[in-house]
């Protein structure tokens, strides 16, 4: 193995790293003390941030909620009325099929929106459907 005798370049190398390595670990020293304190401050901010998060999410789930009930159309049912019922996509032919069909006649309200209903001709239909799949007859 050669050893090659240090020249003037390589030892104002040697120098600069040296002191560029103490001055990088007393920030870093300094640099961590700043940083506990700045996290004991975070964590004292901690409650005030999560509130702020748990207001923000409220007012938002107010909102959405005011969105759908300006857009829901209630509808409620009483026996005997005269109902037309969504068709299922497997009664849909083609696109220019009918997207309703009926109509039926309301023979009982369940709660919640379920009713029981059946043909004009008075075939009971054995599944219970929701409102959202009946609008009103008008003939």
């Not at 104002?12 to 003390?33: A, D, G, P």
């Not at 004991?40 to 789930?61: G, P, S």
């Not at 005997?80 to 309703?100: C, F, G």
Request: hydrophobic residues 35%; positive net charge.
């Amino acid at each position: 193995m050669n050893y090659t005798k240090p020249n003037q370049s390589s030892i104002k190398f040697i120098t600069c790293m040296t002191s560029l390595i103490r001055f990088l670990y007393v920030n870093y020293r300094t640099n961590m003390k700043e940083s506990n304190e700045e996290r004991k401050v975070n964590l004292d901010l901690l409650d005030e941030v999560r509130e702020k998060a748990r207001i923000k999410a409220e007012a938002l789930k107010r909102k959405v909620e005011y969105k759908y009930n300006s857009k829901l159309r209630p509808r409620q049912f009483q026996v005997a009325n005269l109902v037309m019922r969504k068709a299922h996509p497997y009664q849909l032919e083609n696109k220019l099929s009918p997207k309703w069909t009926g109509p039926f006649k309301v023979i009982e309200a369940l709660g919640n929106g379920a009713y029981r209903h059946e043909t004009l001709e008075g075939g009971a239909i054995p599944r219970t459907r929701n409102a959202t799949n009946f609008k009103f007859y008008f003939s």
